[in-house]
């Protein structure tokens, strides 16, 4: 079991060949990798209630599925940054399932075809990808466009929510309430500005501070 680790400014975080570990309550950040910062080969590990946020990898952002079919619940990914694939979850001749998760922020350069994903790329695989936020990933050079989720092939069963909009630093700093309520920066819309039809969920609120590190918690409200 690796548990309550902050693992940051180096490269891969955890590779797994054909073991099992429980990888959970760790923080990884600002790592940079040249395969995917989490490496699953042939893995059934557990990856549970982690804050994976603003790492690089090559390939992957953040985890990296090979041949494996692990558990990826309750995760915080968001503001991870892959050259190709995907910036949060590649997923690749396995079976995970992909669980609870909030996926935000996350982007992937390559935009060629259907080999990269900002959030999540599956490539011949057949994960389960239930009640998760998928919230302003992108992919592509230059001008990035929305993309949440990229299926090469194989047959994803997903009750996911992708967001609609891209601006999730500034739609979760609060509105102004009260005179003594802390100000928002001026031009940053507030929650009630969400476009039409988007559910937002209280798990979806925590990751504003990790794609925008000005946004911090305090006193349990998203302030700057």
Request: hydrophobic content about 35%; aromatic content about 6%.
């Amino acid at each position: 079991m690796i548990e309550a680790n902050d693992i940051f400014a180096g490269s891969t975080a955890l590779e797994s060949s054909g073991s099992a570990p429980v990888f959970r309550h760790n923080t990884v950040r600002d790592n940079w990798a040249m395969g995917a910062v989490i490496s699953l080969i042939a893995s059934p590990a557990q990856i549970v209630g982690n804050r994976i946020v603003n790492n690089r990898g090559d390939f992957c952002g953040g985890i990296r599925c090979w041949q494996s079919n692990a558990e990826i619940r309750n995760n915080l990914i968001c503001a991870n940054h892959a050259w190709m694939g995907a910036g949060a979850i590649s997923v690749e001749s396995s079976t995970p399932q992909i669980v609870s998760n909030t996926i935000a922020g996350n982007h992937a350069d390559d935009d060629w075809e259907n080999y990269s994903a900002g959030a999540i790329w599956c490539s011949g695989s057949s994960p389960d990808i239930r009640n998760c936020i998928l919230w302003g990933n992108t992919r592509g050079y230059g001008t990035p466009q929305p993309n949440q989720l990229t299926v090469s092939s194989g047959t994803p069963a997903s009750s996911a929510r992708p967001a609609a909009h891209s601006m999730l630093a500034t739609l979760y700093r609060p509105a102004r309430r009260t005179r003594n309520a802390r100000r928002r920066p001026s031009g940053a819309a507030s929650v009630n500005a969400l476009p039409s039809g988007v559910t937002v969920r209280s798990s979806a609120r925590r990751s504003a501070a990790c794609v925008n590190p000005q946004v911090r918690r305090r006193s349990g409200s998203v302030a700057r």
